[in-house]
């Protein structure tokens, strides 16, 4: 949609960083919140609830939050925000099961009426975001938003697409930065491509 905000493009062929480089962590990470949270900003002025999506949205969730209340303090524009919370999963391994599962979280119930911005970590084929959509909107909010930290290419891809995005990215599987891989490497502070070794030492 020429009305969505740009997202990062990382290529295919996209080489990386050497690990080496990351002494100090999630280096990159604060022009991309600071760039996301004012396109939140940008939104309107009316509250708004975020809904972190966890396990794998909390580090994006709370730094994105950061800079929402830090651009609150400091601009003439602000946006009254209160936070909830829900736990899906869909993974085993590498792979989506394709059956999501709400294994936690608040009632969405207290979403009636209002404007609520869903933060996740990363859609792959869209199946679990559309999934969640369709519960959230049975509680019939206002207005319903969605900012991703990552988008992944994959021929896999039912085609959504959200409101705000991060980065696009090749159809890789990445850890860290709170993403997991059978509840491993989420306590990474950057975001790496599993090898194929750690697929199977990890491997459910």
């Given at each position: 949609?020429?009305?969505?905000?740009?997202?990062?493009?990382?290529?295919?062929?996209?080489?990386?960083?050497?690990?080496?480089?990351?002494?100090?962590?999630?280096?990159?990470?604060?022009?991309?919140?600071?760039?996301?949270?004012?396109?939140?900003?940008?939104?309107?002025?009316?509250?708004?609830?975020?809904?972190?999506?966890?396990?794998?949205?909390?580090?994006?969730?709370a730094d994105l939050l950061d800079y929402i209340k830090a651009l609150n303090r400091n601009s003439d524009g602000s946006i009254p925000m209160t936070v909830d919370f829900i736990r899906l999963k869909s993974y085993c391994n590498d792979q989506s099961t394709g059956n999501i599962k709400e294994t936690g979280g608040d009632d969405l119930s207290t979403l009636t009426g209002k404007n609520?911005?869903?933060?996740?970590?990363?859609?792959?084929?869209?199946?679990?975001?559309?999934?969640?959509?369709?519960?959230?909107?049975?509680?019939?909010?206002?207005?319903?938003?969605?900012?991703?930290?990552?988008?992944?290419?994959?021929?896999?891809?039912?085609?959504?697409?959200?409101?705000?995005?991060?980065?696009?990215?090749?159809?890789?599987?990445?850890?860290?930065?709170?993403?997991?891989?059978?509840?491993?490497?989420?306590?990474?502070?950057?975001?790496?491509?599993?090898?194929?070794?750690?697929?199977?030492?990890?491997?459910?």
């Open positions: 949609s020429p009305t969505r905000n740009p997202q990062r493009l990382v290529s295919d062929d996209e080489p990386g960083y050497d690990l080496d480089l990351f002494c100090i962590p999630h280096h990159y990470a604060e022009d991309l919140e600071k760039r996301l949270a004012r396109d939140v900003l940008k939104m309107g002025g009316h509250h708004m609830v975020a809904l972190c999506v966890l396990k794998g949205g909390y580090k994006f969730f609520v911005l869903i933060v996740e970590d990363i859609i792959d084929t869209g199946k679990t975001m559309q999934t969640l959509l369709s519960m959230v909107k049975q509680h019939n909010p206002k207005m319903v938003k969605v900012a991703r930290l990552l988008v992944k290419r994959t021929p896999r891809s039912v085609g959504y697409k959200p409101d705000l995005v991060g980065f696009e990215i090749p159809d890789k599987f990445v850890v860290g930065y709170a993403l997991d891989y059978n509840e491993y490497f989420s306590d990474l502070n950057h975001v790496c491509v599993i090898s194929e070794t750690g697929k199977v030492k990890y491997k459910a």
